[in-house]
């Protein structure tokens, strides 16, 4: 989860994550790199006399064309291999249906048994000792880590967003629509999100929590579940 | 306590990045400088200068990504070698175990 007055992202739990944290630093080198230029041009017309001398400036015509092309497609390659891998179908293990109401979220297991439960927001008041506040939840979502995991999401009455920024997540849950995302945790752990469509008044006060475990774990949990 | 090159670029925490600023410094001083001592010419020096930090910053970032990626890719393959490595020994799935009973039928 973030920490009070985090700027930056979340620690990665997923090899896409990864990928996002690394080409926004790569995002990052080329802002800095524009924009030290920039700062540099801005000094520089600053000491410069007004002139209207010139007419011809074939030369920096062509610099100011071919740079921005090039920072463009130093850009867009790492973008659209991440673009791309996030589409990959990676043959789920497990799949997992997200349905966001007003002002919880619903989900279903239903691969082998039929295993649905809702999962409600914990009350500061209810919320025990330790527990961070707004992002706990009754019964959270248990996934086997290092397991693909598809997740189909939709909407009963209004727009809702399932997103859980460490596994790189977010995806829009439409009424009358299926969207589909999937990742892979890369260790075990507890992974909070929270709702990111406005959906009402409580829109803050329904979060999501992901429970990566081994699989002998999930199925303990499953089993516990269904039973 | 985090310092943020222009308000953005953390540079204590992104890999790579304060040794591409530092690089780049040092090879927007030699740029400038060198042109300066050749040339004599204190604004196309200055321009010199901007071009060899922004081309050395970018150049030494590219590399230190790519070794970096390439690291993290042998790091990957460790881990799931160590990993098969634990579950596999002893078992007949073992290589080792494979390569050790053709040596012997070898002999």
């Given at each position: 989860m973030a920490n009070h007055s985090q700027f930056g992202f979340q620690d990665a739990s997923s090899p896409i994550m990864e990928e996002l944290v690394e080409f926004h630093d790569h995002a990052l080198m080329v802002a800095l790199a524009i924009c030290s230029l920039v700062l540099y041009l801005l000094a520089l017309m600053l000491m410069e006399k007004l002139s209207s001398?010139?007419?011809?400036?074939q030369e920096v015509e062509l610099i100011w064309t071919i740079l921005p092309a090039i920072v463009l497609i130093m850009l867009a390659l790492p973008s659209l291999q991440i673009l791309y891998m996030m589409d990959e179908?990676?043959?789920?293990d497990l799949t997992l249906k997200a349905i966001g109401h007003q002002w919880y979220w619903t989900y279903e297991y239903t691969d082998f048994k039929d295993l649905t439960f809702d999962s409600y927001m914990l009350p500061t008041a209810d919320l025990p000792l330790g527990h961070f506040r707004l992002l706990e939840v009754d019964h959270r979502i248990v996934i086997p880590m290092e397991s693909p995991i598809r997740v189909i999401v939709t909407a009963d009455d209004v727009l809702h967003s399932w997103a859980v920024p460490s596994l790189g997540v977010k995806t829009d849950a439409i009424p009358g629509r299926l969207n589909q995302t999937s990742f892979i945790t890369t260790r075990p752990g507890i992974f909070y999100g929270q709702?990111?469509?406005?959906?009402?008044?409580?829109?803050?006060?329904m979060p999501i929590v992901v429970e990566s475990a081994p699989l002998t774990h999930f199925e303990s949990w499953s089993s516990l579940l269904s039973s | 306590q985090s310092f943020k090159l222009?308000?953005?670029?953390d540079v204590q925490s992104v890999p790579c990045a304060r040794e591409s600023v530092l690089y780049g410094s040092l090879g927007s001083l030699v740029v400038g400088l060198g042109h300066f001592l050749a040339t004599s010419r204190v604004r196309r020096s200055c321009d010199f200068a901007v071009g060899g930090f922004i081309s050395t910053m970018l150049g030494y970032w590219f590399y230190c990504r790519y070794n970096l990626a390439q690291q993290r890719i042998r790091q990957r393959m460790l881990k799931e070698g160590m990993k098969n490595r634990i579950l596999f020994?002893?078992?007949?799935?073992d290589p080792e175990k494979n390569q050790t009973g053709n040596e012997r039928s070898d002999s």
């Open positions: 001398n010139t007419v011809d400036a179908i990676d043959e789920p709702c990111s469509e406005i959906c009402g008044a409580n829109h803050s006060f | 222009l308000g953005f670029l020994e002893g078992s007949y799935l």
